[in-house]
Nanobody, 121 residues
Framework: QVQLVESGGGLVQPGGSLRLSCTAS??????????ISWARQAPGKQRELVAR???????IYADYVKGRFTFSRDNAKNTAYLQMDSLKPEDTAVYYC?????????????WGQGTQVTVSS
């Protein structure tokens, strides 16, 4: 079994920064081979993609976070990060990470439990 745990959320003022972490544990091998995505869900809204890091390709960012959020990963620590700068009230949501891999016809798809980010003065 694989667990993803997000951390780093909290309350921040508009214009502030937070860094989210997503750490994988359990029966996960080759973390470096997983496509890692960050998504968010605000109250009453559908979950939406924030950033997706595909192996061997550039990271894709949603237009509403482009230039403000930065994805990174440390495969040795089985951890992915989302650096969020210039935060806006509309960034308030629960942030989730996802690890996805297709290997020998089997799809491995894991989600974390989410971490709350609140941007408010």
């Amino acid at each position: 079994q694989v667990q993803l745990v997000e951390s780093g959320g909290g309350l921040v003022q508009p214009g502030g920064s937070l860094r989210l972490s997503c750490t994988a544990s359990g029966s996960i091998s080759s973390f470096s081979m997983y496509t890692i995505s960050w998504a968010r869900q605000a109250p009453g809204k559908q979950r939406e993609l924030v950033a997706r890091a595909v192996i061997g390709a550039n990271t894709i960012y949603a237009d509403y976070v482009k230039g403000r959020f930065t994805f990174s990963r440390d495969n040795a620590k089985n951890t992915a990060y989302l650096q969020m700068d210039s935060l806006k009230p509309e960034d308030t949501a629960v942030y989730y990470c996802n690890a996805l891999r297709l290997s020998l016809g089997v799809q491995y798809d894991y989600w974390g439990q989410g971490t709350q980010v609140t941007v408010s003065s």
